[in-house]
């Protein structure tokens, strides 16, 4: 992968309460594939966390994919569960391909316009899938989350803490922006050796 490494750091938490939670931070590694998904299965408890638990399963088994294909084995997956929204970066080469599906977020690099995720649940009823091509850049920091993190309050965070290390930036969103009635997922994704 042109020398490019995506060096991750994610918290996952249920809300306050809980013990199961249906958020996953999901990473997933074929040979040119590299994809990092947060998953919000609705609802929470015990049903949301197995509808959490399949679509990782269902990601780990069309890895190496292309994004649609993958989005399309969580939907099938889920035919019979709780839907979930997710949204996911693929690297490839030095090209990241970013989609979401129902809300999630994504937070990019300032440069970089931030891509939007389509309506829908999958697993549920319908939904629209859309892929965002985006550049690659060596010293860039991305952030998906769940809607358990308060976007309004985690953006000014992340640019605050900009040059921070990744486990204080995921730390601090997890304590000031969490919020406890919802499960949370984040991962924060500093690429590190691309080409800038
Ligand atoms: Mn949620």
Not at 52 to 57: D, G, N, V
Not at 80 to 86: D, E, H
Not at 185 to 195: K, N, P, W
Request: a neutral charge.
């Amino acid at each position: 992968m042109s020398g490019v490494r995506l060096k991750l750091e994610h918290r996952v938490r249920p809300m306050a309460g809980l013990s199961s939670c249906g958020d996953a931070v999901v990473e997933a590694i074929a040979p040119d594939w590299h994809f990092i998904a947060v998953i919000d299965a609705l609802g929470h408890g015990p049903e949301a966390e197995d509808s959490a638990r399949a679509a990782e399963a269902a990601i780990r088994a069309s890895a190496g994919s292309p994004l649609e294909t993958v989005f399309a084995a969580v939907h099938r997956a889920l035919s019979k569960r709780r839907g979930v929204v997710m949204g996911g970066l693929l690297a490839q080469a030095a090209t990241f391909t970013f989609a979401g599906v129902g809300n999630v977020e994504i937070f990019s690099p300032t440069e970089v316009n931030r891509p939007v995720s389509m309506a829908g649940t999958l697993g549920g009823g319908a939904y629209r899938f859309r892929a965002f091509t985006l550049p690659m850049r060596s010293g860039q920091r991305w952030v998906l989350a769940s809607d358990g993190l308060n976007a309004r309050e985690a953006g000014p965070l992340i640019t605050q803490l900009t040059t921070k290390p990744a486990t204080t930036l995921a730390d601090t969103l997890m304590a000031k922006a969490g919020r406890d009635t919802d499960d949370v997922s984040l991962v924060v994704i500093d690429v590190e050796g691309a080409a800038s």
